[in-house]
């Protein structure tokens, strides 16, 4: 079956930085187009990043120039660099198998003022 498993979240100071990962198992990750959600208490989920099968990224404005999104296929793992963290970044994050309704169990980010 397949499983989406992230882990790297944590407590940061603003300005910090932290790096996400989501490994994948179950699914064909090399040919899928993967993305990285987050959802804030009492707020929806909102998409932040989005990369390709050939390595493509966009990006949400509110993380244009702060966050990177990569893959590696060879471990089935797609990761999300953040940087420049501020409070309102804050947030479950989630891995998905874009176009699919496979989550992750997601990871808890706090950033601190």
């Known amino acids: 079956q397949v499983q989406l498993v992230e882990s790297g979240g944590g407590l940061v100071q603003s300005g910090g930085s932290l790096r996400l990962s989501c490994a994948a198992s179950?699914?064909?990750?090399?040919?899928?187009?993967m993305g990285w959600y987050r959802q804030a208490p009492g707020k929806q989920r909102e998409s932040v990043a989005t990369?390709?099968?050939?390595?493509?990224?966009n990006y949400a404005d509110f993380v244009k120039g702060r966050f990177t999104i990569s893959r590696d296929n060879a471990k089935n793992t797609v990761y999300l660099q953040m940087d420049s963290l501020k409070p309102e970044d804050t947030a479950v994050y989630y891995c998905?198998?874009?176009?699919?309704?496979?989550w992750g169990q997601g990871t808890q980010v706090t950033v601190s003022s």
């Open positions: 990369i390709s099968t050939g390595g493509s990224a």
């Open positions: 179950g699914m064909p990750f090399s040919v899928a187009f």
């Open positions: 998905n198998w874009l176009g699919s309704h496979y």
